[in-house]
């Protein structure tokens, strides 16, 4: 996905950030409130890396075409297009309705799943849906680099918008990787189509060629029925004809013959064949 005067797309290893990742990633390998805010209250504390130019990254931004960017470029990328990875979420037990068990220490928001993605509409909402109102979300928001100068709404839309455009690419990518799953079956289904009719062929022409074959060998036999006596099955080349029936033998073969071994016809002369 080409973005920002057709730089690669950049964006956090959203494992990285959570727990673990493989090295072979090609997203950041950052701390994530370090990469959007610049600082981390953990400080040198903080398992994750504060270092935009490790080898990992340093690999990672020559592949995005980000080589050559600061550090402050780099941010302001990451702020303007938000992933899954830089977008606050809504907490699990209090979208369930539960009681979150780490209070003002959570990390998510405690505010109405369905507003975030401009789908709620009712009145009765149980859910809180000032984004500011709670000092949990307003740490929450600064941890992912927003100004709560703004007001609540203001911070809202700009959370909406976040979560359309983020949609927008995922489709967009979907429907890419989609197409690319397509293109893939069809080349599939097309190899499995030539290597069918290379099957074909290959046993069309070892017909063909067991058929000559045969052919050849019949031939053979025959000219070995025409040059090999019938009574003594050597092959000769001086061949004599009985008069009168016309019966061929070898030379060695109709030399002491009263009658044709074939017909019984009495031997009156022979006549030598050429």
Not at 88 to 110: D, I, M, Q, W
Request: glycine letters at 4%; aromatic letters at 8%; charged letters at 30%.
């Amino acid at each position: 996905m080409a973005i920002n005067g057709g730089k690669g797309f950049i964006e956090l290893c959203r494992f990285y950030c959570n727990k673990e990742c493989n090295k072979r990633c090609r997203r950041l390998h950052l701390c994530r409130e370090f990469a959007l805010t610049g600082k981390c209250p953990f400080g040198q504390k903080c398992r994750r890396e504060h270092d935009f130019h490790t080898p990992h990254n340093d690999e990672v931004l020559a592949l995005t075409g980000f080589s050559d960017q600061r550090d402050v470029s780099i941010r302001e990328f990451l702020l303007k297009y938000r992933t899954r990875c830089t977008i606050p979420t809504v907490c699990n037990n209090y979208k369930e309705g539960k009681r979150c068990e780490y209070g003002a220490r959570c990390s998510f928001l405690h505010v109405c799943p369905n507003v975030l993605e401009n789908k709620c509409g009712s009145t009765r909402c149980s859910f809180g849906h000032d984004i500011t109102l709670e000092a949990q979300n307003v740490t929450v928001l600064q941890k992912f680099g927003f100004d709560c100068s703004q007001s609540s709404l203001e911070i809202l839309k700009e959370l909406q918008r976040m979560h359309e455009e983020l949609q927008t690419r995922l489709t967009i990518k979907q429907a890419e990787k989609g197409s690319l799953v397509n293109d893939l079956a069809q080349d599939f289904e097309e190899q499995i189509d030539i290597n069918r009719r290379y099957q074909s062929y290959n046993r069309s022409l070892q017909h063909k060629v067991k058929t000559a074959e045969e052919r050849e060998r019949m031939r053979q036999l025959k000219l070995r029925d025409l040059t090999d006596c019938r009574i003594c099955c050597e092959e000769r080349e001086e061949w004599f004809a009985i008069d009168p029936c016309g019966h061929a033998l070898c030379t060695e073969c109709i030399t002491y013959l009263l009658e044709c071994p074939f017909c019984r016809s009495p031997v009156e002369k022979t006549l030598r064949l050429f």
